[in-house]
């Protein structure tokens, strides 16, 4: 079953049809958005000379800081008036980016996740428990609309409060759970701890993404929750999930490529990889209205899997994301840079220039522990005066991140010193 037509396009038609969006996008932004005029300007780009989609590499690439330093609202190709939606991704003021959608692009979107709901086995008689979280992060919202445009029962939970999913999952008889990997397994977890056997459930489905995961996670999950789990992907500054989804092969994320160009290019040399070869996932969006991005570097790192696949899509698969150019970490579903962090921590009197992060999986639930070195006139002084410091910075770290840390106040020069860059991320997770 596909969702529509597009999806088994002839190899030369997509082509085709990828060149005409594309050679319209590009107009658009030249005309729209100052920053895409100023950069084609800049690298000579003669737009009127774009024969065919390989010229995209004449193209500059647009980063998350072209986006930052835009904030709110400078890469919006619409005015205001025409934005339905402003969704962001996480970050601090200045940091944050925000995108927009109008009434087609979310049209486009919805049509886009009931795609990927599709390929995954969810259809119109599907009950589907959206557990990602509603707001500014596109995974509620993004899911929900698609969901309900597929026909599907949907109902929007939101994340957290584990025992109340298992509780509707029982009472409403979901057969489709919608969440990151790593909630899956902690729902698994709090059901064995409650005595739930979930073969008595009526869960047929999973459609997890938002994070990393492994094809050992993907096989603890469909053992213990008895469904078939599969992968999605995507990004806010793209357009939420709906860029790429697995079908029920479960071997690799088929690209809607008809709303999106991909190019996996070597990361140090901004080449293409051999085909099959890893590298950087950089995306063109063909139909956006409110929001294009061209040549988006998403530090995304992936292959392609260039055997046609045996459900009869055409649209190529990459292989599930193995990891990233930069040190942006994700904490339970919520994407976290270093220096975030350190930002918050700097601010905050009496800490020293020195922090280590340490990410552990306990109960299948990611853990953050800030370690952070204080003045000795704090550290020796009495628990107060410590307990009320660690509460401001959970406080603080907390509200600006949207994800709770733990915080551990250390010694001066207890934490290890580095020449040059300093690894202070320690992520023990295992996948
Ligand atoms: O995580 C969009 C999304 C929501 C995708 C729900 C799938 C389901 P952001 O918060 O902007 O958007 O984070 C995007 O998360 O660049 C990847 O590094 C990572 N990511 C997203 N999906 C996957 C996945 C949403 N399936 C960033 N596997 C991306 C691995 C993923 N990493």
Not at 185 to 201: E, F, Q, T, W, Y
Not at 262 to 284: M, N
Not at 332 to 344: A, C, L, Y
Request: glycine share 8%; charged share 25%.
């Amino acid at each position: 079953m596909v969702w529509d037509k597009h999806e088994q396009m002839a190899t030369g038609a997509l082509a085709d049809l990828q060149l005409e969006r594309l050679r319209f996008t590009l107009h658009r932004v030249a005309r729209q958005v100052p920053f895409y005029r100023n950069t084609f300007k800049q690298a000579g780009v003669d737009l009127e000379s774009f024969a065919g989609l390989n010229d995209i590499r004449r193209l500059p690439f647009t980063t998350k800081q072209d986006l930052r330093n835009n904030y709110p609202y400078g890469m919006f190709a619409v005015p205001l008036r025409d934005v339905v939606r402003i969704h962001s991704s996480s970050g601090t003021t200045g940091m944050a980016t925000v995108v927009g959608y109008t009434q087609n692009d979310i049209v486009t979107w919805s049509n886009l996740i009931a795609r990927i709901l599709t390929m995954a086995g969810v259809g119109p008689n599907d009950v589907v428990q959206i557990a990602f979280g509603y707001g500014l992060f596109t995974g509620g919202f993004g899911l929900h609309y698609g969901a309900e445009r597929l026909g599907a029962s949907v109902i929007p939970i939101s994340s957290g409060n584990t025992r109340r999913q298992i509780q509707i999952m029982q009472d409403f008889k979901t057969t489709a759970l919608v969440c990151t990997p790593s909630y899956a397994l902690k729902i698994a977890d709090v059901m064995m701890d409650l005595g739930i056997n979930p073969n008595g459930l009526s869960l047929r489905y999973g459609l997890f993404g938002a994070e990393p995961w492994s094809e050992k996670m993907r096989r603890e999950i469909s053992e213990r929750l008895g469904i078939i789990a599969t992968d999605n992907y995507g990004l806010s500054e793209v357009m939420g999930p709906g860029v790429a989804g697995e079908c029920q092969e479960c071997n690799g994320l088929h690209v809607n490529e008809d709303h999106f160009l991909i190019e996996i290019l070597d990361p140090q040399s901004l080449e293409p990889v051999e085909p099959g070869e890893i590298g950087e996932l950089v995306i063109t969006t063909l139909t956006k209205e409110a929001f294009p991005v061209i040549r988006y570097r998403t530090r995304d790192l992936t292959r392609l899997l260039p055997e046609p696949c045996p459900c009869g899509r055409t649209f190529r698969r990459i292989e599930r994301i193995t990891g990233r150019t930069d040190d942006m970490l994700i904490i339970k579903g919520v994407n976290v840079f270093p220096t975030q962090i350190e930002s918050i921590l700097f601010d905050i009197e009496g800490t020293q220039p020195h922090y280590n992060l340490v990410i552990e999986r306990e109960n299948n639930e990611d853990k953050l522990t800030v370690m952070i070195e204080v003045v000795e006139s704090i550290f020796f002084d009495e628990m107060k005066k410590q307990r009320t410091m660690v509460d401001l910075i959970k406080k603080r770290l907390a509200s600006e991140l949207g994800v709770g840390v733990r915080v551990k106040l250390v010694e001066e020069r207890s934490l290890e010193r580095f020449n040059g860059k300093g690894a202070r991320v320690i992520d023990k997770r295992q996948l």
